[in-house]
């Protein structure tokens, strides 16, 4: 066996990518997504795609996969019910929360306060407790402690949740309630706080630990499910899930600690980007993945993402390690509509989704999408996927005139609105990712994939300034190119809580080689050889008294070369980048975390064929399209049949299976010698 299968599961398409380990090629293949279980889109998928390639499903020894499952359970409220098990006195823990209302002045007036995943009639308090250093200044009393138990079992819960009061530094009670509530609640799955994260702040513990298990039977379900149906097709290989922070884990990991994969789906296509990104000899990205929904943005400085320690769903904010993806109500299936109260032409969040989807796809949709829009505006021709999918353009014409009628405005005038105003949306996105995290988006090149990110990647990046605007070799299925050629990845977590000045890198270090063995323990445990491993460490520091940390890199070499001062020089940088200023304050070292990687599979992008410059030879035709304010002629291209070094001029399309590529008038496309088509503006247009 030698093919990896990566599989990502979007909200309208699933996208598979087949690659060969030993010669490097690659099949793609784009199926409709199947939201009421999504094993059957992927089998779907997996059939095409080895017929494409000509072998065996059995022959897959890898699937990588990137999912929504947890996401969706979290934002539609379907997780499990959950039984929280804390210290006497602390019963009100998720309802107390961090006081925190977001918004401005007065906004607690208005805001609707989320309900806690741990109702508090499902919540109970035992005696017994810890001390911060560890010692028990009260043994658990294990009569109470079944007692409260068999009041949850009774309630119905279906997993339980225990996080007691610095359990951090010693979880012996929580192991012990834990042993009772397998003998008391047989078959309910058990989340014990110092496991899923051994930090202090017991409110982002416990709310960390009662996410994950909400996910918990809803991520064990649809592993097991997705589980059978492969074994069923004879695919026996691993099954990983993409985690939150890019790397992959076991799907054994997953179902213990589906916290880790709440954004999962958003990750494959930061990873698919650094691939491409390390193949094309660029450095800085910021990317762009606008799917039928929604779209995710994120930024990549000298080929390295930027991780966030939180992980964020909707109303929920967990303390988990994230890649920092900001997401945007803007997809090729948001809906465009026209208040009557303002009069307004408006854009999203509401999508038309898979089902029924745009009018152009013909499938029963009625209301405009930016997908209408872009056909009326001729940006996508009516044949998409290579010719198998035939798009409606008077379906959608008729459409989109609707929301012309209500602004009283020519039907280009209402479709090009409505292109501006996505292109707006993703414009905001891509601003807190650069320019408020204290970076200049002219530094960087912007990436566009996704089914529609390339359509409006050149848009974009004329607002930005990022030039190259990039459409990447099979754009539409990078996500699933990002779950089959990242690494695995685990990590472990401690409170130190101690200020800098008192601190002995050699303490330091100790500290971080055992939290080290652990990690690598783990991906031994999963068949990753030694050899193979890399390990990397990260420090949470603060000024002393300030609530938030700034989490560093630091290798053990400059600890042992540079001491403490190493990191709080990198700290001092680092805040006043993010922030313009520093303190005159102690600095106070908060958590330390070890991260242990899996080696990188060895997949290098296939050269192209080089050209002449003249892409005459995959021309399709001529086509009308609207562009600045008037109708202009411009030429479809067969991406299949273009060569390295080809130059095309805008106004273009270049279209294929996957994807289609727009180059705006008074721009210019190049092909690199990988495939990928750099876009940047003519001088002096």
């Not at 909200?11 to 380990?21: C, I, K, P, R, V």
């Not at 009061?165 to 012990?176: F, P, Q, T």
């Not at 509509?337 to 013909?362: D, F």
């Not at 991906?523 to 420090?539: H, K, N, P, Q, R």
Request: glycine letters at 10%.
């Amino acid at each position: 066996m030698r093919y990896r299968l990566g599989v990502d599961v979007g909200g309208t398409f699933t996208d598979l990518l087949l690659f060969d380990d030993e010669t490097g090629a690659f099949w793609r293949h784009k199926t409709p997504s199947t939201p009421h279980d999504s094993s059957e889109g992927i089998l779907e998928g997996v059939g095409a795609i080895t017929a494409k390639a000509g072998i065996n499903p059995s022959e897959i020894e890898y699937f990588l996969h990137g999912t929504t499952v947890a996401t969706n359970a979290v934002l539609e409220g379907k997780g499990a019910r959950v039984g929280l098990v804390t210290t006497e006195g602390y019963r009100h823990i998720m309802q107390i929360a961090r006081s925190y209302v977001p918004g401005g002045l007065a906004a607690w007036i208005i805001w609707p306060k989320p309900q806690p995943l741990a109702a508090l009639e499902d919540t109970v308090a035992v005696k017994g407790r810890i001390a911060a250093d560890g010692s028990e200044v009260r043994p658990i009393d294990e009569d109470d402690v079944r007692s409260a138990l068999r009041k949850l079992r009774d309630n119905g819960v279906e997993a339980i949740t225990i996080s007691l009061i610095n359990a951090y530094v010693n979880g012996a009670h929580e192991s012990r309630i834990g042993e009772i509530a397998a003998e008391e609640l047989p078959g309910v799955p058990i989340s014990l706080s110092h496991q899923v994260l051994p930090e202090m702040q017991e409110y982002e513990r416990t709310l960390s630990t009662v996410a994950n298990a909400a996910v918990r039977p809803v991520v064990g379900k649809y592993v097991a499910n997705l589980r059978n149906r492969l074994q069923d097709e004879g695919i026996t290989g691993k099954l990983s899930l993409l985690r939150s922070d890019g790397g992959l884990m076991s799907a054994e990991k997953a179902e213990e600690h589906p916290v880790n994969i709440l954004m999962s789906g958003p990750a494959g296509g930061v990873t698919g980007a650094l691939w491409v990104a390390r193949n094309a000899g660029l450095r800085n990205i910021l990317t762009l993945d606008v799917g039928g929904t929604s779209t995710d943005v994120a930024l990549i400085e000298n080929l390295e993402p930027r991780r966030q320690r939180t992980t964020e769903v909707g109303h929920l904010s967990v303390r988990a390690s994230a890649l920092d993806v900001k997401t945007v109500g803007a997809g090729g299936g948001s809906i465009a509509y026209v208040p009557e109260l303002t009069g307004a032409l408006r854009v999203g969040p509401q999508s038309a989704g898979a089902v029924p989807g745009p009018v152009a796809y013909g499938k029963g949709g009625t209301e405009p999408t930016v997908t209408d829009a872009n056909v009326v505006l001729g940006y996508l021709p009516e044949d998409l996927l290579g010719g198998s999918f035939k798009l409606d353009r008077e379906g959608a014409k008729k459409a989109v005139q609707t929301v012309a009628d209500a602004l009283g405005v020519d039907l280009m005038a209402a479709a090009r609105g409505i292109i501006d105003i996505v292109n707006e949306n993703m414009f905001g996105a891509l601003r807190m990712i650069s320019v408020q995290q204290g970076y200049d988006p002219r530094h960087f090149a912007l990436m566009g994939f996704g089914g529609a990110g390339p359509l409006h990647v050149n848009a974009v990046a004329r607002l930005m300034g990022s030039w190259p605007a990039i459409s990447p070799v099979s754009p539409g299925v990078l996500c699933a190119l990002g779950d089959a050629t990242t690494r695995m990845r685990t990590e472990t977590a401690r409170s130190f809580s101690r200020l800098a000045q008192d601190t002995e890198a050699e303490e330091l270090v100790a500290l971080l080689d055992e939290m080290s063995a652990q990690t690598r323990a783990e991906l031994a445990a999963d068949g990753i050889a030694e050899d193979a491993m890399t390990s990397l460490f990260e420090v949470d520091v603060r000024y002393a008294g300030q609530a938030f940390e700034v989490p560093l890199t630091i290798d053990q070499a400059t600890l042992r070369e540079g001491g403490i001062e190493a990191i709080v020089e990198r700290f001092d940088a680092e805040h006043l980048r993010l922030f313009t200023f520093n303190m005159n304050t102690p600095h106070e070292i908060v958590n330390l975390r070890a991260v242990a990687l899996g080696q990188a599979p060895e997949l290098s992008a296939a050269a192209l064929e080089r050209g002449n410059g003249d892409p005459a030879a995959a021309k399709i035709r001529d086509h009308a399209l609207w562009m600045d304010g008037r109708e202009q002629q411009a030429v479809i291209y067969d991406r299949a049949k273009l060569r390295a070094g080809d130059v095309i001029p805008g106004p273009a399309i270049v279209t294929e299976m996957d994807s289609t590529t727009l180059v705006e008038a008074g721009c210019v496309a190049t092909v690199d010698a990988v495939g990928n088509i750099l876009i940047n503006p003519v001088e002096g247009a």
